[in-house]
């Protein structure tokens, strides 16, 4: 479950994903010369394509709820200061950010990568990854920008400070959002997949709106 008891942390499925040339086996998301002037100083070290593939993680997020919180439990685990991301947000280092950064000054070039924060214990890690590809991958397709400032150093994403959209608070809230017409999912995985998954999701929501619980 990603969350078992009310009251504490949720249990995590957080998602490390980075990219290497297949002939060179150099990291593609580390910049060989440090940036003299970065869109942001967190991304210094942070290659072209690295940047375009968190912008398309930043654009594509909200749209793959479904996917990286599959279930009614999801988002109980997804809620103000419980160490759970809550916007979308990133920062090189943060772990109070959906995507984390970890990168030079802070690591070596070859460990340069990605923590995609959301997904809880409940994923299906296949499904995860191949999402977190596939809206990276359009972000490198269409060389998107980053346009979301990065969280500064002790500030977390609840309240006053929040930069980022709010993810979905439940599931039916993040369905909707993931089957509409215009959804990046749509466009990166189909419409089979898409009206198919969130079938299976609405069939979740329908089976716990008739439930009843201890609450």
Aim: with cysteine.
């Amino acid at each position: 479950m990603a969350k078992p008891r009310e009251g504490l942390p949720g249990n995590s499925g957080h998602m490390h994903i980075s990219l290497v040339d297949a002939k060179t086996k150099q990291n593609l998301f580390a910049r060989a010369e440090p940036d003299p002037s970065p869109p942001y100083p967190d991304l210094k070290h942070v290659s072209d394509v690295g940047r375009q593939f968190l912008a398309g993680l930043l654009e594509g997020l909200p749209d793959i709820m479904p996917i990286v919180a599959p279930t009614v439990n999801s988002y109980k685990r997804l809620v103000e200061n419980f160490w759970a991301p809550v916007t979308v947000s990133w920062g090189l280092e943060h772990r109070a950010a959906s995507i984390r950064l970890i990168a030079p000054p802070t690591a070596s070039p070859k460990s340069t990568r990605f923590e995609v924060r959301v997904p809880g214990a409940d994923t299906n890690p296949y499904l995860v990854l191949a999402a977190i590809l596939a809206c990276g991958w359009r972000g490198v397709e269409k060389k998107l920008e980053i346009k979301l400032p990065p969280l500064g150093k002790g500030e977390d994403v609840g309240g006053a400070s929040d930069k980022g959209l709010r993810l979905a608070r439940s599931l039916k809230e993040a369905n909707e959002r993931f089957a509409r017409k215009d959804s990046v999912a749509r466009e990166v995985f189909g419409d089979d997949f898409v009206d198919h998954f969130a079938g299976t999701r609405e069939h979740e929501v329908r089976l716990w709106d008739e439930a009843v619980t201890d609450w």
